[in-house]
Nanobody, 119 residues
Framework: QVQLVESGGGLVQPGGSLRLSCAAS????????MGWYRQAPEKERELVAQ???????KYADSVKGRFTISRDNAKNLMYLQMNSLKPEDTAAYYC?????????????WGQGTQVTVSS
């Protein structure tokens, strides 16, 4: 099992910045990738940013150049630095781990942290 706990969400004005953190614990080995997803009301959950075990990163087109994903393997932490925030970034943000298990891949999720961008 993998436990994930997000923090760092909140209310910020348009153009502002926030940094989300995700603390991982438990069976944190054989990790394929870690990432951040978000879900706005009445919308599907979408990938925001992902970092693989080889440190390759990918981003949703809507956040490229504004968001940066990073990880601190020594502390089992993952971050999402969000700059130039827009109202359309408002959503619940979820930490995700994709882990290799017997028979395939399993996804683990945190409980989510709310980000609200509003003046």
């Amino acid at each position: 099992q993998v436990q994930l706990v997000e923090s760092g969400g909140g209310l910020v004005q348009p153009g502002g910045s926030l940094r989300l953190s995700c603390a991982a614990s438990g069976s944190i080995f054989n990790i394929n990738a870690m990432g951040w997803y978000r879900q706005a009301p009445e919308k599907e959950r979408e990938l925001v940013a992902q970092i693989t075990s080889g440190e390759n990163t990918k981003y949703a087109d809507s956040v490229k150049g504004r968001f940066t994903i990073s990880r601190d393997n020594a502390k089992n932490l993952m971050y999402l630095q969000m700059n130039s925030l827009k109202p359309e970034d408002t959503a619940a943000y979820y930490c995700n781990v994709r882990k290799r298990v017997v028979g395939g891949i399993r996804d683990y999720w945190g409980q989510g942290t709310q980000v609200t961008v509003s003046s």
